[in-house]
């Protein structure tokens, strides 16, 4: 993406960042904003190739919250559906 896209970004709705995501060929969005899934509903539709994953880990610091990935990753890899938001790791 271009810096000027890039700029947009900050202020573009949920909806918008999975048409720029989709258009920048990105195929899976990893989310920890509860909203974002509701609000990026309507634009799965239109770009059904994208997949939104909710990060529902707690929020922790720096290393301890790259551990915690890692943890939940060696239980259970993200399988992102394309076109679906899924919670991660439920």
């Known amino acids: 993406m271009r810096d ?3 700029s947009r970004l900050g202020t573009a709705s949920n ?3 999975v048409q720029a995501a989709s258009k920048a060929g990105f195929t ?3 989310t920890r904003d509860r909203g974002f899934g509701s609000q990026a509903q309507k634009a799965l539709k239109a770009y ?3 997949a939104v ?3 529902t880990l707690p929020q922790l610091r720096g290393a301890a919250y790259a551990e915690a ?3 939940a990753w060696r ?3 993200i399988h992102a559906l394309a076109g679906e938001i899924i919670r991660w790791p439920k």
């Open 48 to 50: 059904p190739q994208v």
């Open 4 to 6: 000027d896209q890039l």
């Open 75 to 77: 239980q259970k890899p």
């Open 15 to 17: 909806g918008e960042l």
């Open 28 to 30: 899976t969005i990893l």
């Open 53 to 55: 994953v909710l990060i």
């Open 69 to 71: 990935v890692r943890q």
